[in-house]
Each structure stands twice: as C-alpha cells, then as structure tokens.
C-alpha cells in the first residue's frame, strides 16, 4: 500500500508541475505498468487476470470526447500505436496489427505469447496452449464457441508468423 500511496503522490506532483510547462498544451502523457503487483500474488502468469494492465491517457491533446471516461474491451499493447497516432491526427496506416482503442465497434480480442506458447482472449472466453506439453495451460471457454474462439487464435497466429517470415 506503501509504494501505491507514493507512486500517486509523484504522479500527482509530477501533473502539477508538467501543466506549468510550455510543452504540457502539446503532449500526451501514457502510463501503462508493466505489471500489476495484485495479478503476481493471485494468478499465474499464464492466466487472463493476469494479463489485465491498467493504461491511462492524459493530456491536453486528448480529444475531448474521451475526457474522463473509462474503456472497459479486451486490446493489446499493439493497439496502442493506432489509438495514439488517431488521437493525434496522424497516419496510422502502417500499423496493420494495431486497432483504435477508441473505436466504437472495435472486435475485442488479445494475443500473447506465453512462455513456450501462447494465449488467446476474447469475449467468448480465452485459452493458453503450451506448445512442448501439448496441451492447453487455461481454457475457459463458453459453451458452443470452443471451435471458433480457438480458429481465431490458430489463424492470428499463422498469419502473424507467414508476415514474419515473409519480411
């Protein structure tokens, strides 16, 4: 709780101090842990709570529709780069694996990459295959949807990977 309290306090000082600044009208600032010390103590690395990261997005340049609302989809840190480039009125073109956060019909989905494997999430429920075991690490999956939830995450990954390898 300690470090919680004084990491707000040098962010809240921090703020304070930036809006004093000729720069501050023309900057986004992003904060985005790298971990959630509450996911470390209570679930696997492997599993989707554990993947669960806060990104917060502050600034004047932010498009006052977005002002003090909250964003509640399932993205990746690869949707970061379009979601910031569109709020800057910037190209984002050349970011074909990236989507808008702020997209109003934007199709929830994650990929990551697990130790040896990888992980799949959506709304309809989420897997993580470990590749030398064969076998799925987590899978939590609504009834019905197993066949098309699991496609999706093969197909991302096939064609993730021919990308790559084609570069």
């Given at each position: 709780?300690?470090?919680?309290?004084?990491?707000?306090?040098?962010?809240?000082?921090?703020?304070?101090?930036?809006?004093?600044?000729?720069?501050?009208?023309?900057?986004?600032?992003?904060?985005?842990?790298?971990?959630v010390?509450?996911?470390?103590?209570?679930?696997?690395?492997?599993?989707?709570?554990?993947?669960?990261?806060?990104?917060?997005?502050?600034?004047?340049?932010v498009?006052?529709?977005?002002?003090?609302?909250?964003?509640?989809?399932?993205?990746?840190?690869?949707?970061?780069?379009?979601?910031?480039?569109?709020?800057?009125?910037?190209?984002?073109?050349?970011?074909?694996?990236?989507?808008d956060?702020?997209?109003?019909?934007?199709?929830?989905?994650?990929?990551f990459?697990?130790t040896?494997?990888?992980?799949?999430?959506s709304?309809?429920?989420y897997?993580?295959?470990?590749?030398?075991?064969?076998?799925?690490?987590?899978?939590?999956?609504?009834?019905?949807?197993?066949d098309?939830?699991?496609?999706?995450?093969?197909?991302?990954?096939?064609?993730?990977?021919?990308?790559?390898?084609?570069?």
């Amino acid at each position: 709780m300690n470090s919680v309290h004084y990491t707000d306090k040098c962010l809240g000082d921090y703020f304070s101090k930036a809006k004093l600044q000729p720069w501050f009208k023309n900057t986004l600032l992003l904060l985005l842990p790298t971990i959630v010390i509450i996911r470390i103590k209570t679930g696997q690395c492997c599993s989707k709570d554990y993947r669960r990261i806060p990104l917060l997005i502050y600034g004047d340049v932010v498009k006052d529709s977005f002002h003090g609302i909250t964003i509640d989809k399932i993205v990746s840190q690869n949707d970061i780069s379009k979601t910031l480039l569109h709020q800057l009125e910037l190209d984002a073109n050349e970011f074909e694996w990236s989507r808008d956060l702020f997209n109003p019909v934007l199709p929830e989905f994650a990929f990551f990459e697990a130790t040896d494997g990888v992980g799949w999430i959506s709304p309809g429920g989420y897997f993580v295959y470990h590749r030398t075991l064969d076998r799925y690490l987590e899978y939590d999956i609504q009834a019905g949807l197993a066949d098309s939830i699991i496609q999706d995450g093969k197909s991302y990954l096939q064609v993730l990977f021919q990308q790559f390898i084609d570069f």
